[in-house]
């Protein structure tokens, strides 16, 4: 029971925030209605597999959640490189950092 209350709240405050950002960043940098399939795509991949680390292992999920919640973490590291839907979100995602410094 406490680890669904766990990976619920994971799915709140680190996946809902991520797939956010990803959409504000395409729509930001004018790109096509397909990086946003691909960021679906690649989340509806990764996030059974981040849900069941999260609800085993209790550590992790805090650290992760505060970390991206406050900054520190990097929401991208969350997600496989070597899903392609994933890495082109990836690469969205760090070239839209580059341009906002």
Do not use: Y
């Not at 996030?47 to 520190?72: E, Y």
């Amino acid at each position: 029971m406490i680890s669904n209350i766990l990976a619920s709240l994971f799915a709140t405050f680190a996946l809902s925030p991520l797939q956010a950002e990803i959409e504000r960043h395409a729509m930001a940098a004018g790109q096509p209605v397909e990086i946003v399939r691909q960021s679906q795509a690649c989340l509806s991949a990764e996030v059974p597999a981040l849900v069941k680390r999260a609800s085993d292992d209790t550590f992790w999920a805090i650290s992760t959640v505060i970390g991206v919640a406050t900054g520190w973490s990097d929401p991208t590291a969350l997600l496989s490189k070597s899903n392609p839907n994933c890495s082109a979100v990836i690469g969205l995602l760090k070239t839209s950092e580059v341009d906002d410094v």
